[in-house]
Each structure stands twice: as structure tokens, then as C-alpha cells.
């Protein structure tokens, strides 16, 4: 096996790179999600311990947030007195790896101290992925020249804020800890939540083990031992985290999860997270043959999916940015459901449900939304957290020269209702999961079809139904007028909503009449949908056979961004939130979009490339989910240049911080497009009435494919091989 493929490094160290490498280097359970900072710590480093669920809305702040937990990490090592640092003495050898397929993050270090004394230095941490609760720490030191004295200092910092905002009203080092322990006890400030954070240190050889310090928010646990020439010292440190999310006293269980894993032992806590691993990854593995780069990149995005997800909650959501950085301070979005949860139920069908049900979960404040809105049923929140509602702020913080943005997603940017009835559809084509569907996924899809027919607007001059005050995909374009997108997704939608309704009747007639009455899905109601999808208005040129974007696009000032190249930022931040009204350069994949979720919308082969070659030049790729899905696109139109650029371009978003922006944290939504873009696109996997179909265009470099899916309950194995 190539072990390459399975892991990324970086060798030499690269300080200018704290931030990117410590969010490629996120290491997460589905529970807790831990960045790459260092133990010793640096002046500047971003660390962050984030948990699915706790959101606080801190002093002064519009919206909520993840709240960065106290840093489990904290660890000094002192060599005869002098701290280890990678800024001082002298580093003589430096890698760190993460190991895809073991989710362990491991650096080594070959340093001398200014004393002359040259120690080696490995450090191992990983969340354990069979104990969602546990954070596991493995470091060795062994001096090479001379004798020493070692001095380690475990602690915890609770001194850690989201970026300058504290959130927390209580923080202390709770009463009931045993005396091998150091904790913080902690509880939000706005949203009340409980949290603990205990941890326990044991060495490899005798020495001495005091507390370290009694400062009340740094909590520490000194070790002192004298090591002969070559003589290693290994210490584990393991960390329990509880919230008031899982049960009521988070303290004493952190603490009985300290105590189990400590009668369990470094090496069986190690081997059975692996094991966990390995049977995510048998599911979930991309296996290409011919292309090494490929294969790596397809590995680490899916990682991050994967260490996002959460296991055994259904409560919470994977956010834009995972649980590997502050970007959109944790907030979920339409990424989760177009792009993390096809890969998910295919793969992962149990993940995949989970994350459906935390939309049912949160239903109420879809529809609490509708109400305040002047609309029925429910309409989701463009942003959401752990309440449902509306999160999304209605401006940006003041510019330099004091200005602010409206932002007016939240209000308009409603096609997400949709997005989420069409993740149900897809996760119940794969999985034929009738408890979830007919249960739970129905009611969100019949009731966000409520909500467009009243949101629906007739114009009574031309006969038609239409959409006015958009946005779509491309957010370049605000409130615009009959959105291609939106007007196509809410007609499948109704459509959609319509033929369950009717397969509800014949099947479960019993549930049937319960959301009929519920949602009041009268007579009157659904002929009005089939009005709305027999009337509603498409914007398109006839005579060039093509979907025109929205009302008056076609109208906008012609900008080529071949001009514009290279740049380093997005082309609105360029020319300005103004000036991006007024031309006809669009963010992301919007027809295109269109044309993966519903090709048939846009009509045939020959539509869709001519739609394909309108649309391909003008997109700026601002957002990072827009190339992996021009990639799926151009495949199945056998546009296989254009197909891998784009791919090749999704591959590189977060390892080469291609849009400079990692350190918010790894993109989500390219993360699970790359899964896309290869399945769905160079494979051509997708489902066909009550059947799978493959219709595969692989690159050139490609000589075979593999990879595992599941489809209504069985797993199949699929191989495809290049025939040149």
C-alpha cells in the first residue's frame, strides 16, 4: 500500500504557515474538532477546541457562535531548565504528518538547546473516534549527547476566546476532581451551556508529579524526571470533554471518562480507534489508480467530512467551516445538504441521516421564520445554529473608512428550503429509508412547499407565476427577479412535494391524513401548486437556446476575467459590492448548479452544453464550492479539459490555500463537491427512477476507479477501468 497517498506532511517547519497547516492539520471525532496548534504554543497561533452544539451569542455580538473551548493541548517541556521552543535554540530536524487513514497527527523534532543538549521530540494526538468524549496526547523525549533533567508541564488555558470575544460567565477549576486531575468547569454567557474540560497526565518511568501552578484559568500538572543519555521518557495525557448537551453533570462524567480510558491504556485506546477507522474508511475510500494527487486530495477532503460529521447526535449540523476554525462562526448552511450529504448517504447513510434530522429538529424555526416573513409553512434560515432560527446578520462589520454592507442572504436568499427537501429526496433514493422519510423527511418537504405557494407571486398581466427579490447561487446578483435556480428548484419542489403526497395515500395513508390536516394541504392548496408548476416563469432566449440567469442579466456590462488574472481576491472585492450589480460575472456555479441537481430543467444534451458554454466563462469561482461542481458538470457533458481543471482546482482549495482564506477554517462544502465532482461526475453515478446507473468519462491519468456504495440498505462495489 502507498502511504503516501494516506498522509500529508510538511517538512521543513514553516512559520509563516502556523495558520493554514494548523487547519489542515484539524484532527475531530464528529464530537469535538481540535486544530493543529502546537503544544508549547506561539504568539499569534489560532487555537481552537470547538464541539458541535454549543453556540453562545457573546457581549456586544449580532449572531451566535461556536464557542472555543479552554485549549486541552497546553504542554511545556523544559531541558535542563530551558523551555522547548521551535523559535529558539536550534531545530536540527522537523516533520509533521497526519495520517489520513489513522486520523493521528504526529510531529517530530530534532532540537537544541542552547546549552548544547540535542533531545528528539515526538508528539502524537488524536480524538478518538470510539470514545467521541476522549482526546489522547502520546509525547516522547529522549536526549541524544547528554543526561538531563526534564521538566513537563501539563495545563489547560482558559484563557481562550473566539477571536477577542469571551463567552463564558463562569470558569473555574471545579470542587469534585481528583487529585490527579487538572479541570475547568465553564458556563456560557447567553446560552447557558455547561462545559468540562479534565484532564490527566502519566509518565513512562518514576519521577515526581506536583500541581503546577494555582492560577484559577490556567490549571497545570508538573512532571520532573532525571533521563540518562538516550533514555526515553513517554508521557500520555489524556483530556475528557463533557457538555451539559449529553447529560446534566458534565464534570463527573468527564472524570469517569478519564478513569476509563486510564484503565484501558495508550496502546488499546489507539488500536481501537483505528479499528473504528478502518470501517468508516472501507465505506468511504476513493481508490484511483494513476493519479496520485487525486487520490490524496480525494482522501483529505473526505477526512474532513468525516471528522465533521457527528456520530451519535442528532441535534447538530456540520457548519461551512467544519469544527476546524472561527469562519461563519459555525454557522450551517446549504453546503451540508448539496454538498457534504451526498457523499454521506451513499457512504455513510447513517450520518446522513442524523444530519436530516437535526433539520427536522429545527422545523419550528423554519416556520417561525415563514410567519414573520408573511408567509405559511416553513422557510429554512439561510444560517442556522443550534435553535433553527434565523442567524444571519443584516450587516457586515464597518470597512476602513466606516461603511457597512447590507446583507441580504438571510432575507432572500430562500432557495435553501429547497435544497433541504432536495437532500431528503436524495438520501431516500439511496437508502430507501421508509421510518426516516415517512416520519420526519415528508413533513419538512410538504411544509417548505407550503411556504412556496404562498411565496409565489402571480402576475396577473402575462398570466405567470414569478419570484421577485432572489438571490441564487450566484451572490454576486442581489434581489434579482426570477433567479433560473430558484424558479426551476421550487417548480421540482411542488412537483415533488405533490407525488409524495399521492404515494403517501396509497402507502401510509394513516400519515397521510395526519399531514394533511396538520399542514392544512387542502383542495384549493395543491391546485394552486399545480397552477404554480404548470405557470411558472423561466427566463430564456429563444433564439440562442438558452436559460438567461435571471431578469436582465443578458443586460449586464460585459467584464472578461481573463483581464482580471491573476488575482488574490474575488472579483467583487476588486471592483466593489456596487459595481458587481452591474456586470455579467457571476460567483459560482448557478445554471450550472441547475444543470447537476436537475439536468433535465435545462433541457437536453445539446441545451446543456450550449447553457454550458454561456455560462462556463463567467463564473469567478468566488466561492469555494463553485469549481468542484463546474467540475461534475463538464464531465458529464464530456468537457474532460475542463472537467479536470476544475477538479484540480476543488483539490487545491484548502491544501494549498489557493484562495488564501484557510486559516477560517477547511471549506466544507469543496470538501464534499470533490466527492461529487468524482462520482457523480467522472464516474457518472446517479440514480435512475429505482436503479443506480454509471455512465463514467474518467480523466486521462485515470486507469480505474473504485469505490463503495450503498444503495436501499446493500453495499455494492464498483470498479471502473479506462479503456485507451
Keep these: 500500500m502507498n502511504q503516501r497517498a494516506w498522509q500529508i506532511s510538511e517538512a521543513p517547519f514553516n512559520p509563516s504557515k502556523l495558520h493554514h497547516a494548523e487547519t489542515i492539520y484539524s484532527i475531530g471525532n464528529g464530537y469535538m474538532g481540535v486544530r493543529a496548534t502546537f503544544e508549547e504554543g506561539y504568539a499569534g497561533e489560532l487555537a481552537s477546541t470547538l464541539i458541535h452544539g454549543i453556540f453562545d451569542q457573546g457581549v456586544g455580538e449580532l449572531v451566535p457562535e461556536l464557542v472555543s473551548l479552554p485549549n486541552p493541548l497546553c504542554l511545556t517541556i523544559s531541558i535542563d531548565g530551558e523551555a522547548f521552543s521551535m523559535t529558539s ?56 549527547n547528554s543526561a538531563c533533567k ?54 513512562s518511568i518514576g519521577g515526581n508529579s506536583v500541581p503546577g501552578n494555582a492560577d484559577p484559568i490556567h490549571p497545570a500538572r508538573t512532571f520532573t524526571a532525571n533521563l540518562a543519555r538516550e533514555q526515553q521518557l513517554v508521557i500520555t495525557r489524556l483530556t ?101 450529504l451526498p457523499l454521506l448517504s451513499v457512504t455513510q447513510p447513517k450520518l446522513a441521516r442524523n444530519l436530516l434530522m437535526y433539520r427536522y429538529h429545527t422545523l419550528q424555526g423554519a416556520r417561525n421564520k415563514a410567519k414573520e416573513a408573511g408567509y405559511e409553512g416553513a422557510m429554512y434560515p439561510w444560517e442556522a445554529t ?27 436568499e430562500q432557495h435553501i428550503s429547497t435544497d433541504i427537501s432536495y437532500a431528503i429526496m436524495l438520501y431516500w433514493g439511496w437508502t430507501g429509508d421508509a421510518e426516516f422519510f415517512v416520519n420526519y423527511g415528508a413533513e419538512i418537504v410538504l411544509d417548505t412547499a407550503v411556504f412556496w405557494g404562498s411565496r409565489a407571486e402571480y402576475n396577473t398581466e402575462k398570466g405567470r407565476y414569478e419570484l421577485s427579490q432572489q438571490i441564487g447561487p450566484d451572490e454576486y446578483h442581489e434581489n434579482v427577479n426570477n433567479s433560473v435556480f430558484t424558479n426551476s428548484v421550487v417548480r421540482w419542489h411542488l412537483q415533488t412535494a405533490l407525488d409524495l403526497l399521492d404515494w403517501l395515500k396509497k402507502s401510509y395513508p394513516e400519515q397521510a391524513a395526519t399531514l394533511t390536516i396538520n399542514l392544512k394541504l387542502t383542495t384549493d392548496r395543491l391546485e394552486k401548486w399545480r397552477d404554480i408548476i404548470a405557470r411558472m416563469y423561466i427566463p430564456r432566449d429563444e433564439m440562442r437556446g438558452v436559460l438567461e440567469q435571471f431578469d436582465g442579466f443578458f443586460q449586464l456590462e460585459p467584464l472578461n476575467l481573463d ?53 462556463y466563462p463567467l463564473a469567478d469561482h468566488g466561492s469555494s464550492l463553485s469549481p468542484s461542481t463546474h467540475a461534475w458538470v463538464a464531465a458529464r457533458l464530456g468537457q474532460m479539459d475542463d472537467a479536470y481543471d476544475m477538479f484540480s482546482h476543488a483539490a487545491t482549495i484548502d491544501l494549498e490555500d489557493n484562495k488564501g482564506n484557510v486559516r477560517d477554517g477547511i471549506h466544507a462544502a469543496a470538501a464534499g463537491g470533490l466527492w461529487e465532482a468524482a462520482v457523480f461526475g467522472f464516474a457518472g453515478l446517479r440514480l435512475d427512477g429505482d436503479e443506480f446507473v454509471l455512465d463514467p468519462h474518467l480523466p486521462d491519468d485515470w486507469k480505474s476507479v473504485q469505490f463503495r456504495i450503498f444503495f436501499r440498505g446493500k453495499q455494492r462495489s464498483i470498479r471502473l477501468t479506462a479503456e485507451r
Design 89 to 144: 535554540g536550534k531545530i536540527l530536524g522537523y516533520s509533521m504528518t497526519l495520517d489520513l487513514q489513522k486520523a493521528l497527527l504526529t510531529r517530530s523534532v530534532l532540537w537544541q538547546n542552547d546549552k548544547g543538549q540535542i533531545v528528539t521530540l515526538n508528539f502524537e494526538r488524536f480524538a478518538s473516534l470510539n470514545r467521541e468524549h476522549l482526546l489522547v496526547q502520546h509525547i516522547s523525549v529522549r536526549p541524544l
Design 150 to 203: 526534564v521538566t513537563i508541564c501539563a495545563s489547560l488555558d482558559g484563557s481562550v476566546t473566539n477571536e477577542g470575544v469571551h463567552h463564558w460567565k463562569m470558569l473555574v477549576v471545579p470542587d469534585n476532581l481528583p487529585s490527579d486531575h487538572i479541570g475547568l468547569h465553564g458556563i456560557t454567557q447567553q446560552s447557558g451551556y455547561g462545559v468540562a474540560v479534565v484532564s490527566s497526565l502519566h509518565s
Design 240 to 340: 475528557a470533554i463533557h457538555t451539559t448537551r449529553d447529560n446534566a453533570d458534565p464534570v463527573t462524567t468527564a472524570n469517569r471518562t478519564l478513569d476509563e480510558a486510564e484503565s484501558t491504556g495508550y496502546d488499546s485506546l489507539f488500536s481501537e480507534h483505528c479499528a473504528e477507522w478502518k470501517k468508516y474508511w472501507y465505506n468511504s475510500d476513493i481508490q484511483i489508480e494513476g493519479d496520485e494527487l487525486a487520490q490524496k486530495a480525494l482522501r483529505f477532503t473526505t477526512y474532513h467530512v468525516l471528522i465533521a460529521a457527528p456520530r451519535h447526535d442528532e441535534h447538530v449540523s456540520i457548519g461551512a467551516k467544519t469544527l476546524s476554525g472561527p469562519g461563519y462562526k459555525g454557522h450551517v448552511f446549504w453546503d451540508t445538504e448539496l454538498f457534504i
Design 386 to 412: 443550534d435553535t433553527g432560527e434565523e442567524t444571519t446578520p443584516r450587516w457586515t462589520n464597518p470597512l476602513p473608512d466606516g461603511s457597512r454592507i447590507r446583507i441580504w442572504t438571510g432575507d432572500n
Design 563 to 615: 483581464y482580471w488574472t491573476p488575482k488574490i481576491k474575488n472579483i467583487d472585492a476588486i471592483i466593489g459590492h456596487e459595481e458587481i450589480q452591474k456586470v455579467g460575472v457571476i460567483k459560482q456555479a448557478d445554471v450550472v448548479m441547475l444543470m447537476a441537481l436537475l439536468p433535465d430543467a435545462v433541457g437536453d444534451d445539446a441545451a446543456r452544453l450550449r447553457n454550458w458554454k454561456l455560462y
